[in-house]
Nanobody
Framework: QLQASGGGVVRAGGSLTLSCGASGSKGRLDSTAWYRQAPGKSRELVAIISELTLEYGDSVKGRFTISRDGDKNTVYLQMNSLKDEDTAVYYC?????????WGLGTQVTVSS
């Protein structure tokens, strides 16, 4: 139902853009968030966007930008100035109508 893509390997200081789209006829993306989980660590909120909300985790403020394209029913996470500590599996989570969904994770690896 949710398709996350855009992960990869990037050098420290580089950029990546992740995409989260809703497949099928599950409705429009409502509140959508990106989380990440690094090895040995708990899952943490990276950014969230909704009609009334635009928030970022403290560790990514000023470097990451979350945005949505309503026509494509897709939410993006633009990640700039990537650091080693941004290495993690990134997951999108979204509400479509009364139901919420998790996408399969996409690996982001930052090499120094």
């Amino acid at each position: 139902q949710l398709q996350a893509s855009g992960g990869g390997v990037v050098r420290a200081g580089g950029s990546l853009t992740l995409s989260c789209g809703a497949s099928g006829s599950k409705g429009r993306l409502d509140s959508t968030a990106w989380y990440r989980q690094a090895p040995g660590k708990s899952r943490e909120l990276v950014a969230i966007i909704s009609e009334l909300t635009l928030e970022y985790g403290d560790s990514v403020k000023g470097r990451f930008t979350i945005s949505r394209d309503g026509d494509k029913n897709t939410v993006y996470l633009q990640m700039n100035s990537l650091k080693d500590e941004d290495t993690a599996v990134y997951y999108c989570h979204a509400w479509l109508g009364p139901h919420d969904y998790w996408g399969l994770g996409t690996q982001v690896t930052v090499s120094s």
